[in-house]
Each structure stands twice: as C-alpha cells, then as structure tokens.
C-alpha cells in the first residue's frame, strides 16, 4: 500500500500499467480457451451451432454473471475444428441490438403500429384469422417459415397451421435456396439426401465447383478443402472470377446459365472415350442410355457456342474427371437459383453416377446447403413434405404421422401446400387473403421485389413474427409478434452433411419476446386447438417426437435417445436408426453400399434438354445481372449482421456494381461513378467497382442490398419453384451529372 | 463481443389501452415469459472441460509459430500467404473478440486487390494488422514516448496509460494502424498478441485463419532492410523505405502489374482537425506578428515602431495564448499533455511544443516589457531604469521572432515527415511561412491604427501593400495544387486536386473568397489609411480565409494506407 511519491510521481510521467492498459490485459481462459480479454473471462461456456449458413459450426459462448459475453469457435466440434467465419465470432451482437421487437405490435385505426399486450395480440391473431378462414375457406390463410429456425420450432408451426388450424398452404424461405436440390435428390436418388460429409472435402482429388463461391459463401468449407492434403485439382465453372475461381487450379468462366449444355458436352466426352464406370452404371443406375443419348446431342461445338469456352477447356474439364480417383462434385446457388436448375442439378448427379464417383471418400454429388437448419425444415417444416420427409398424397404415411403422433388423420391433408410463388400468386387472385410470416424478410428478398411489396399490402391480414420490427416485411404488418432469436431458446438444426446439432439457450430475450416455440403455443391455445399438442410440451420432446415420426425413413433418427447423445456425440449425422450407435465425433456418408433409396436400390439417370432463358439480353438491355453473395460478414438481408458494427464495416454497405473495363469504358464510367442499374422492373443506384472479375456484358450486384431484387425478374425453376436470382436483363447508364444518388 | 454488456434491454414499452390493464394475463403468458428469462439450458449443457488442456487449440496451428525466440538481429513478424487468403476475414472478427475491442473496433483488416485482364482476371485479398516495423514511424512521431520496440521480439508496443491522444502517430504510421478511440481519448493498436506468443500461443489472427493463410515468422532485420530497398511490399501499399515493415507477403502467383486497391479511385475527405487548424493559424499569426515586430525598427522610424509596439506585442502575445489553448482540444487526454517533451529526442511535434512553449514564456514577458510601468505600479514596486527596460526589450525582440520562427518550421517538419506528398516541406513551408507573413502584416496593419501616436500615413499604404503582394502570392501558390488534376497517374496529389475540386469544393470557394474580401479591405486602406473598420474587417476576412486553407490542408490529404475493399 501507499506508494511513495517519488513512484507517483514517475507514473505521472511514465505509465506503463493504469486502467486503460488493464482493459486490455489476457488472462488464460480456462475451458481450453486459451488466452482471453481478462474482462470477459468466461466462468462457463456452453457450445451451441451458430445460426447463420448451412455450414453448422459450433461455438464456445463464453459465460459470465448469467450471461453470454463472447463467443469463439468449438475446438473439438468435427465440423469447424476451431474456426468461424465472421458471422459466427459476431454470433452475439444481433441479440444486442436497440431495435429488438420486445412487445406485440397491432396496426390501430389510424394505421400505425402501436405496442399491445400478449393476450390482445393472440385474440387478434384467433379472431382475424379465423374470420378469413370462416370467409374465405381453409385455403385463403398461408404461413412463410424459415430455415433459421430450429426442427422442433419448424415442425410446431407446420403442425400447428396444417393440423391445427387446418391450413393447407405453407412454405417457406428454404424454397429460395434448396428447393431445387430437394427435387434434383429426390429424383434422382429416391430421397433427399445430400450423400456427403465434410470429410470428403479433404479426401477427393479433384473437386469441381458449380454455381458455388465457398470462400465466401462457405469459409469454413474451403477451410476443409484447404486441408485437403493430396494437392487435388480445384476445378470451379462460375462466369465470375470468385474468389474460389481465384483459389481454383482450373476456371470456368461459362456463359450464365449455359452450365447445362457444358455438362453435357463434358458428359458427351466422357461416354465417348469410354471413360465411365461401366460397372456401378450396370449394378446401381437405371437410365443411363437414354442419358447417353441425350448427351450425344450435345457435342463440342455446341458447347463451345453456347458457354463461350474454348474446345480444349471443355476437354481439359472432363479429362480431369476422369483422371480423378475420388472425384467430388459441389454446388450450390449458381445452380439452384435458376430457371432450370434441377435439370443442371441432376446432370451434376449424372456426372458423379457414371463415373462411379459416389459413396466413396472423396466423392459424391453434393448440394451445399444455405440456412442454418435449410435441412431441418426440409423434413420436418410440414410444408412441401409431410413431417418427417413422408408425402401427404400417401395414405400410409399420414396415418404413419397421425398414429405417432396421436392425432386424428383426418387432420392432415391429403395434397401438398403451394409453393412460395404460388401463394403470392394466391394473394394476387384474392384467393389467400391472410399470411402469416415467420423469420423471414420477404419484403426485400423475395424476386421482383417491387411486385412482391404490392402483393404483400393486398392482404387482409399479414402477420409477422421476427426479432426485429424494423425488416422491410415486418413495416408491412398488420401484427408483428416479438421473438426470442438464436441463443434465445433451443432445439437442434441439421447442416448441410446432415449433422444433427444443438442450440441453446445462453441469453434473455428482451422485454416481452418469446421463443417461436411458445408463440406457437399461445397461438394453439388461443386457436382452441392446445389439447393437439399437449405431448409437445418442449423442445426436447419435440425432438423425441420427430425422431418417431422418422422410424424406417431414409432419415431414421431412432437411434438418437434425446439431447444429451447430440452433446456426447457432437452433432450426429442421420441416418442413425434405434439399433446403432453413433461415434463421438463421426463423419459418415451415404450409398457406401451403393444402394439408393428408390424401391429398386437403383439411383436414377435424369436429363432434359435446356430451357429457353425467361429474359435474354437484347439491344435495349445488353447486360446480365448476376446476383449474390458481397461478403462472408453479410447474410441476406441484412437484418442480422447489420447490427454488429464489425460485420457492417466488413462488408460494403453503399450499393456498389462490379462492371467490367471493357463496358465501362464503352457507357463512359469512370471507377467510382455512379450508375443506373435498370431492368424492366425497377432500377437501382450503384457505385460502379470496375473489375475484370466480371466478364463483359456481365454485372454483378451483391443480393444484400436492399433494391438488387428491384431489378430481378419472377422467374422460377418450374420443378422446383425455385426463384431464379442469377440472370435477367439490365442496362446501365451513368447517373446524370448532379442527381445525387439518395436511395440504395 | 466487445463487453459484457448485460443482454437485458430496457424495459419493454407498456402496453397501451384500458383493456390491457384490466385484462388479467393468461397463466400461459406468463409462464412462458418466466421460462424465456431462465437459462437452464446453459446449466444443463455448461462444458467441464478438462482442466489440464490450457489451450484445446494448439495441435491446429503448431506449424504456425516459430519454434524458437529469435536470435540477435532478428524479430517476429507476420506472415501471410497470399495464396490462401480468401477473404473470409475472420481474422478480424477473432482480433474483435479475443482481444475484447470496442464495437467495430479491429486491430486487423482485409483489403482486395484486383486487375488482370478480360481472360486472366485476378483478385487478390490481402489480409494486414500492424507490420511492426523496423524503423516505427508511430514510435518515432510520439511526442510521449507512448510505443516500445521491443528489443527481443521487435514487437512495436503502444502503451495505452502513457498516450495522451495527440494522434500524431495516426499521420506518422504509413499503413494507417493505430486508430484513435474517441472515448477514451487515445490510440490503440495490434501488439502481436504478445502476452499469448510468450506463452506459445498464437496471436488471435493466427488462430483464427481457417486456411492458415497468417503464422508468425522470424525475420532477419539485415533482410527486411534489404527488401525494403526495393519498392515491393505488397501492391497498393505505401513503399516499404519508409519503416522498414516486416511483415512477409508470398505469393506463387505471378500478380500483373495493373492490380489496384478496391478502394483505390474511392477517394474521401479526410478529418479536418479544427483544433489543430486553429493552432497552426494562429501560431503562425502570432509568430509572424512578432517577426514584423523585429524587423520594424529595420525600415520604420523608431519614433513609429515604438509608438507600435506596447499594443502590437499585446495582440500577437494573445494570439499565440489562443493559439496555445487550441492546441489543447486537439488532445485526447490533455491532463497529461506535461508528458510531451520526453520525444524531444525522435519527435517534431516535441521540438514543436518546447519552441512555441518558449515563444509563448518569451512574447508574455516582450509583451509584459512594454507596461513595466504600469505594472510595477500595480506591484507597487520602483519602475526599472528606462534603460534596462530598452536593452532587455531589445533582447526579447529578437528572442521572440527566432523562437517564433523555430516553431512555425517545426510545424512545417510535422507534416513533411509523415511522407505525405500533399503535406511535404516546400508547399507546407510555402503555406505556413505565408500564413506568417499575411496575417503578421494584417496584425500590424491594425495595431497601426490603434497606436498611441498614429504613425504616418506612408506606413499604413507601405504595410498594405506588402501585404497585398503576399495574400496574392499565396493564393496564386495555393492553386498550384489543381495543376495535379492533369496526373495521368491517379496520383495522391491528384486525388487531394480531386477532393478540393469536388468534395471539398464549398471550402475552396470560400476559402478565395474570405481571401478576396480580405485583400479587398486592405486595398480600401490604400485610399483610407489608418481606418480602424477596414484594418479589423481586413484581418477577420484574411484570418478567416486562412482557417479554411488549413482546414483544407487536413481534409484534402489522401491518407496512405494497405489495399482496402470496395466498400
């Protein structure tokens, strides 16, 4: 105690340890942490799967005086071995933000959104709805889910609006991402069942991308492939110069949209020098000379005219197929997010079949997944499939779900939802006059916003349920319902190599919002229909529930005993049926047996010829507009990572438009010039980032922005009813001199 | 993650209506709103990990740290590969979180390069935190001996306590790294993660790549010096002579030679400092008022420059005061502003604050000189001789100016080592110097009209029109800065051409205007001499015009710094 003055006197001068200093200082963490900012020390940590991509990462949330105070990326988790992409080590901020929704919010008479008890939302929930519904019959009242939501969550309100409240049309915003590889697998293989494990990236050796820009999209995916340790060929087919085109030992700079005539042509080849697996072809496929007959249609040349390669790199594409021992095929928006992009898909699926690259180390025909749980609502969103991956047309399978769970088969209906589209369409024809919108920002993703934003005012009711009463949809509600979000509340998600992990809940919502889980069960209660779902009384029990409503499905998880086997196990991949026991940390793939899931054992080849683009450039819009992702700190719509300062200085938030020199120098744009990006629809104002990254007579513009989807046209895969982002036709004009750019 | 905030927000906004008070809850509601608040979740799954695994990370990246100290002669410094950097930046988010920062707040950054051509289009990310240099430019700048070399590790320390927030190292530093925290009122900056490497940890960065894109190598000092000799760091960064950076860029690629920042045609106004643009201004009218001062009794009568003096020494010794206290709003922490003569060894802004501290004691006692009467009455003291008070005026005159002139060339030595081409000697010496001389001659113009007896009528016509000359002669140098607008390189004069043309064109049009007006009011002397209103409204007027060209100085600048992104 008491330092001398002389020692006082000299920190004056000379401070080498006060305060400021202090607010710095690392101290070992403890927990296997290594060091931390002694402020935030952890007095627990509890590891939970972020809540941002399909990836399934896990992260250490680091605990202090109750509350989450850090996060950083689980060291033992088999997914991410210790990293995270920015939008995991920022997985806390979005809690954090000031405009959190913390209280119901009801339009009053004069039009505004004013703050209501719970009781007076649920009654105007109960009594509006069910107004329409007693109008208009059960048809004129949908529901938009998520794939940001956990399965139990999913599976309660696909539950509660199919069999509840006896809706029959729900979707949600999964189809703007997997739809198509849900109906390419489907297919295909008799189940939707991405085949892969993470693993596999490590073991090929020769990996090709399709459509797919992991380095941003994916970090912690190419993290893998960067460990890869057999020096593999990186072939990516993308028209952009990606940063994992960069990262690729081959670039495939195509055409937009002309990906299914190179496969083929590549097909072609391969058929042609016999460089296929004629043995696996004979033993598990069916329909392989039809496909070689439909590729002999596609030589060369016709390749070449289409996606603008030259010969040889066609060649040079299919040579390295076949000279790979365990080749992988990856793909992921390029492809679903297109007009025909189960067709693409599936030749993707053809490529891997005949040249018996699937169910071994280092291969597959592998769709990478979006959303965090994009495959959890797959099977069990009550949406496009009954729960548990089972079809509403068959009798079996609903008296299968209404046994298991204990309800009345009548309840359940006898014919699949409208897709996304079609409910919009819906609401167009006066047909579906109540929405009801949960964790998703339609408003501003949604193709051809400007239409969808007309659309979504034409309701007699539009409910949204969000963390957030600031998202563009949720200024259009009439009644917006306030959410607890990730690291709110539990259940599990499924990634994209169908790992199975958990989320839990580390911090208090703000004010009055709730976990989706309870206002689901409010709204069952105030329904009338609580009894229904009395046995789904948690999270957990819902799972339990889930786990029987998969026995004897290609997605059997029978074998998963409850929470805790998920947290020994960390994660479990399905199929894990009752009977078999999971290794902790195991990385398993499908068809290693080379059986599919079709009645016969047999994958199927399937193929059709291209379709004709919806809107091809022409004189007066000479450009395409490419779409996607700006950056791995951005997910969507922004309604998230915009609230961490970070993550918004980590992406560029003042719209910008990559644009080649060759075109800019034609329209006169100088780097940094502001231009009009125009389509038939709308048009948006954007700095122009003039790169060769994108070919001439190219645009790219990052989706996050809030009027990219002004400018894309509705157009949609017709199988899949997925949205197709990633080509329509724009023009590009520099902003008149003097008009200052006001909107983004 | 930046603190431990608590998540509870504020509480949610009442319910509104009659009904909603009367209304009793639904046992549901409130069940569930009590069960939201738990976090049993966090008991039932909290991790117990084994104690004896300090670090679970450590197998990941043991390849990434050098398996010993370095040597004499040598340090650690960053290495990056290039070829493995995809630009996920994580290492930014890692830096955020496992070093506890402030809300957006990162010690490290992610810039793109990109060029190439139609068919061999190339993007490069280029990942950067602090380079730690072999010659700090931060450390050499700090007027407060606030950043350490250190003598083993070569790692470049800022030490947050000693700062006292001038910000001198954010123009010294080439590469834009340390970054001044306004609520705190300091700078802070990456130390390599230092107390982990001393334990053998890695840097947070380090960790965090999951492409292991950064390790820590060792560097030989001979070799950084060497490779500094050529121009080749990593492309669009500020050349390597300067500090002697070690971090190591590889690359297998062959990068063509059109590759450019993203941000590189994005050129923003930079702050523009007010306190400092007062200060300067300020110093360098007093400074100049003062050098009038001594070279009066050169030309003038000494019945003329005396009658001057008493007022004229009054007014510029206030302006240098002012000029002292505006100095002081510039700080971040200015209670320790006493610190700032320990760089006198490496820093001009040291050698800046000792020769104004010293103008500043001289002008009050020169100034003081010519009232000894009046004070020694207030004192009630015996007046000194007249004599004593002449010879130790005669000294002060003098002593004034030189200190005066000393300080305004260590402002001018300020700019010019930051390496910055808009801020180097010649145009700021040319700027500063004029300042001086204008705004020195518009002083005495005033002091003219306000002397005891007035001086004749060719003194005040004389002083104008030297003083038109020189605004003339500043302005016509000011605009030299547009001929930049011609580079055909997109150069850093021609993006401060740009700024000050585009921008900052608002500033600049006032800038000639206040100039105009100013030279004006004092060419309306050159037909009423001695008028009080035109020698006032005339220094206002110049005064005015001459805080704007600083404030432009300061704004226009492009600051130097590694590739960034489109954003």
Not at chain 1, 317 to 326: C, D, N, Q, V, W
Not at chain 2, 269 to 281: F, Y
Not at chain 2, 319 to 344: D, K, N
Request: charged share 20%.
């Amino acid at each position: 105690m008491g330092a001398s003055i002389f020692d006082r006197a000299r920190t004056l001068l000379r401070d080498r340890s006060g305060a400021l200093t202090r607010e710095l200082e690392r101290v070992p963490g403890g927990f296997g942490l290594g060091q931390v900012p002694r402020r935030l020390a952890p007095e627990a940590t509890a590891s939970m799967i972020c809540g941002f991509c399909s990836t399934g990462c896990s992260l250490d949330v680091h605990m202090r005086g109750g509350v989450a105070v850090n996060v950083s990326p689980s060291t033992d988790y088999p997914v991410n071995r210790g990293t995270a992409c920015p939008k995991g080590w920022e997985a806390l901020a979005p809690l954090r933000s000031p405009d959190r929704a913390t209280t119901p919010l009801l339009r009053n008479a004069a039009g505004r959104l004013v703050p209501v008890d719970w009781e007076t939302a649920l009654d105007a929930f109960a009594t509006r709805m069910k107004a329409i519904l007693a109008k208009h019959g059960g048809e004129s009242v949908a529901f938009l889910g998520t794939g940001q939501m956990p399965s139990e969550e999913l599976a309660l309100l696909g539950a509660l609006g199919k069999f509840g409240m006896g809706l029959v049309h729900g979707d949600g915003n999964t189809r703007q991402c997997m739809a198509t590889a849900v109906v390419a697998y489907k297919e295909s293989f008799g189940f939707d069942a991405p085949p892969y494990t993470y693993r596999d990236f490590e073991e090929s050796d020769v990996l090709v991308f399709v459509g797919a820009n992991p380095c941003i999209a994916h970090p912690i995916m190419w993290g893998r492939v960067c460990k890869n340790p057999h020096r593999p060929k990186i072939l990516v087919v993308d028209p952009r110069r990606t940063e994992t085109a960069m990262a690729a030992t081959d670039h495939f700079a195509l055409r937009p949209k002309s990906d299914l005539v190179l496969l083929y042509a590549v097909a072609r080849v391969l058929v042609e020098r016999g460089w296929i697996d004629r043995a696996f072809i004979e033993a598990h496929t069916t329909g392989f000379d039809a496909f070689a007959a439909r590729v002999a249609d596609y030589p060369l040349a016709r390749a070449v005219e289409a996606t603008g390669l030259p010969a040889d790199a066609i060649e040079r594409l299919a040579e390295t197929i076949h000279a790979g021992r365990r080749v992988s095929f990856w793909w992921t928006m390029g492809v679903n997010q297109s007009h025909e992009g189960v067709n693409v898909a599936q030749a993707i699926i053809a490529l891997a079949l005949m040249t018996g690259n699937i169910g071994r180390p280092g291969t597959g025909a592998n769709s990478i997944t979006g959303q965090c749980n994009a495959m959890g609502s797959r099977l069990f969103s009550n949406t496009t499939n009954l729960l548990g991956g089972h079809d509403f047309k068959r009798v079996e399978d609903r008296l299968k779900v209404a046994r298991t769970l204990d309800i009345d088969v009548a309840r359940i209906p006898d014919r699949g939802s409208l897709a996304y589209d079609q409910i919009l369409e819906g609401i167009l024809a006066k047909k579906i006059r109540g929405l009801w919108i949960v964790a998703t920002n339609t408003a501003h993703s949604w193709i051809n916003q400007g239409d969808a934003v007309d659309i979504l005012g034409r309701l007699d009711f539009l409910v949204v349920q969000d963390m957030y009463a600031t998202t563009e949809t949720a200024q259009q509600a009439d009644l917006v319902l306030p959410a607890a979000g990730w690291g709110e509340k539990e259940g599990t998600f499924i990634n994209s190599e169908r790992r199975i992990g958990l989320i839990k809940r580390v911090a208090r919502a703000p004010g009055q919002a709730l976990a989706d889980f309870y206002i689901f069960k409010l709204i069952a209660e105030r329904w009338g229909c609580g009894e229904m779902f009395r046995r789904w009384s948690s999270p957990e029990e819902v799972f339990r529930l889930l786990t029987e409503v998969t026995r004897g499905q290609p997605c059997d998880i029978t074998g998963i005993a409850g929470y805790d086997v998920l947290e020994e196990m960390r994660g479990v991949q399905w199929p894990l049926p009752a009977g078999t026991r999971a290794e902790p940390s195991d990385e398993r793939r499908l068809f290693e047996d080379g059986r599919f899931f079709h009645s016969d054992g047999r994958a199927r080849f399937c193929h059709a010829d291209p379709e004709r683009l919806p809107e091809p450039t022409d004189a007066e819009y000479p450009f395409t507009l490419l779409t996607g992702r700006g950056s791995s700190s951005q997910w969507h719509t922004l309604t998230r990572t915009n609230k961490s300062p970070l993550l918004r200085k980590l992406g560029a938030t003042d719209p910008y438009v990559e644009l080649s020199p060759v075109d800019a120098s034609a329209i006169g744009v100088v780097p940094g010039a502001h231009v009009v990006v125009q389509s038939r629809r709308g048009q948006m104002i954007a700095r122009a980032f003039v790169t060769h990254a994108v070919q001439p007579k190219q645009v790219f513009v990052p989706m996050h922005f809030a009027r990219t989807n002004q400018l894309t046209l509705a157009s949609f895969d017709r199988r899949s009813r997925q949205p197709s982002y990633k080509a329509c036709a724009v023009k590009v004009t520099l902003l008149p001199d003097g008009t200052r750019p006001q909107d983004g | 993650m930046t603190s431990a905030v608590n998540l509870e927000h504020p509480a949610a906004v009442t319910p509104a209506g009659d009904s909603a008070k009367e209304r009793r809850r639904l046992p549901l509601v409130e069940q569930f709103l009590r069960e939201q608040a738990t976090l049993t979740a966090v008991e039932r799954f909290a991790q117990l990990h084994d104690a004896g695994e300090p670090f679970a990370r450590k197998d990941y990246y043991r390849d990434l740290l050098p398996a010993s100290p370095p040597a004499p002669g040598q340090q650690y410094a960053f290495q990056v590969d290039l070829d493995a950097c995809t630009g996920c930046k994580a290492c930014v988010t890692a830096c955020h979180n496992l070093n506890g920062l402030d809300p957006g707040e990162a010690w490290r950054s992610v810039g793109l390069l990109h060029g190439g051509t139609v068919t061999e289009a190339v993007q490069q990310s280029v990942t950067t935190a602090c380079h730690h240099c072999l010659d700090p430019a931060c450390m050499n700048g700090c007027p407060v001996g606030a950043y350490e070399k250190d003598p083993e590790t070569g790692i470049v320390k800022h030490l947050d306590d000693q700062c006292i927030g001038c910000q001198y190292c954010t123009f010294t530093c080439p590469y834009d790294v340390p970054k001044y925290s306004a609520s705190r009122g300091i700078v802070r900056k990456c130390d390599m993660c230092s107390e982990r490497l001393a334990v053998g940890e890695a840097p947070a960065c380090v960790q965090a790549c999951p492409n292991e894109a950064i390790a820590i190598t060792i560097v030989d000092r001979r070799q950084v010096l060497e490779d500094a000799q050529g121009d080749a760091f990593v492309p669009g960064a500020p050349s390597p002579g300067i500090t002697g950076p070690t971090t190591v860029y590889k690359t297998t690629r062959a990068l063509p030679r059109n590759l450019l920042p993203a941000d590189f045609y994005a050129v923003r106004p930079s702050h523009s400092h007010t306190p400092l643009v007062a200060m300067l201004v300020l110093t360098q009218l007093s400074a100049g008022a003062f050098c009038v001062d001594a070279l009066a009794p050169l030309v003038l009568p000494p019945s003329v420059s005396e009658a001057l003096d008493p007022v004229h020494s009054l007014v510029a010794a206030a302006m240098g005061l002012a000029a002292l206290g505006a100095s002081v709003f510039h700080l971040g922490r200015p209670i320790y502003a006493f610190r700032a003569l320990i760089g006198l060894r490496t820093s001009w802004m040291s050698r800046e604050i000792l020769a104004f501290g010293a103008f500043a004691g001289l002008a009050i006692l020169y100034a003081a000189s010519f009232w000894t009467g009046a004070l020694a009455h207030l004192l009630g003291a015996a007046p000194p001789s007249p004599a004593a008070a002449l010879s130790l005026r005669e000294g002060l005159r003098f002593a004034v100016a030189t200190a005066g002139v000393a300080g305004v060339l260590c402002s001018v030595l300020i700019y010019h080592v930051t390496r910055r081409v808009w801020w180097a000697a010649p145009s700021t010496g040319f700027k500063f110097a004029m300042t001086a001389a204008v705004l020195g001659l518009a002083t005495a113009e005033l002091t003219l009209t306000l002397a005891r007896t007035p001086p004749p009528v060719s003194v005040a016509t004389g002083v104008a029109r030297v003083l038109l000359l020189a605004a003339a002669t500043k302005a016509c140098g000011e605009l030299l800065a547009l001929r930049h607008l011609r580079d055909k390189r997109y150069s850093d004069l021609r993006r401060t051409a740009v700024l000050l043309t585009r921008d900052l064109r608002g500033y600049l049009v006032a800038r000639y205007g206040l100039l105009a007006a100013g030279a004006a009011a004092t060419a309306w002397q050159l037909g009423a001499p001695l008028s009080l209103p035109a020698a006032t409204a005339g220094l206002i007027l110049l005064l005015g015009g001459e805080l704007l060209e600083r404030t432009l100085f300061f704004a226009a600048m492009c600051s130097p710094g590694m590739p960034g992104g489109p954003a």
